[in-house]
């Protein structure tokens, strides 16, 4: 039977990050992806031109639609954007008991453009965070959700443990960015177990789109049943994988390769 996953995330017009990433994510998984829009980006490998936000109303009658009649194995957040969308966002999420709930605590694009306005970090800590099954902050978003700056593997691990306080079924800081060995570390804590997963670093610029690809991964690894940290696991190999395939299309920062099995091997006819 085909597993259903859910992405409530923003548009990438460029079609690297955000929605797009998660529906091909989803795809090469060979889980059914549907999606509920939060907002659009005018975007394309050098950066955001322009953001519109939808109401939250629209959002929660996107995630009414798909739950209702199709239901979702696992969903996964992106970009939220603000506060009026996290709201409606946990209001569905607890009226539909959705369990298998990855966060991406998404806030700023690489080239610095704000994918969540300030009034809704207090809001995504407050109310979206302790519904999580997983939450995945890189380092930036770490450091905000915590208050510990992050520069060391013994930071990371501070971090982890003020955010599983928060609420959220398991933490997964992620490494990337940190200088040196801990380049390809994240760190994983579920308030018992903690553990690092080191992956080989790929030497590419064109990087867009990573942390969306590995959250929708692990939501995809969810829904076809793996437990959490196996989630975990599987989803890094995988954006390896799509990192080493990753497309050097554009003018600016390339995205992964999602779909890098398919570039072997042309459709045929
Ligand atoms: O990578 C974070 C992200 C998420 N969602 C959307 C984005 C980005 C980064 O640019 O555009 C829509």
Known sequence: MIQIALTIAGSDSGGGAGIQADLKTFAFHRVH?????????????????????????????????????LGASAVK?????????????????????????????????????????????????????????IVTPNRYEASILSGIEIDSLETMREAAAIIHQLGPAAVLVKGGGLPGKLRGVDLWFDGQEWETFTTKTVETTNTHGTGCTLSAAIAANLALGANRKTAVKKAKTYVTKALEHALAIGHGTGPVGHFYPLLASPPSS
Do not use: H, Y
């Not at 607890?94 to 704000?114: I, K, Q």
């Not at 109310?127 to 999580?132: E, H, S, T, V």
């Open 77 to 133: 957040t992106g970009m939220l954007f603000n506060r009026e969308i996290i709201e409606a966002v946990t209001d569905s999420i607890e009226r539909w008991r959705l369990t298998e709930l990855v966060v991406d605590p998404v806030m700023v694009s690489r080239t610095g453009a704000r994918l969540l306005d300030d009034r809704a970090i207090a809001s995504l800590i407050e109310n979206l965070l302790p519904l999580a099954s």
């Open 33 to 69: 992806g549907a999606s509920a829009l939060t907002c659009i980006t005018a975007q394309n490998t050098l950066g955001v031109d322009r953001v519109q936000a939808l109401s939250p109303e629209m959002v929660a009658a996107q995630i009414d639609a798909v739950v209702g009649d």
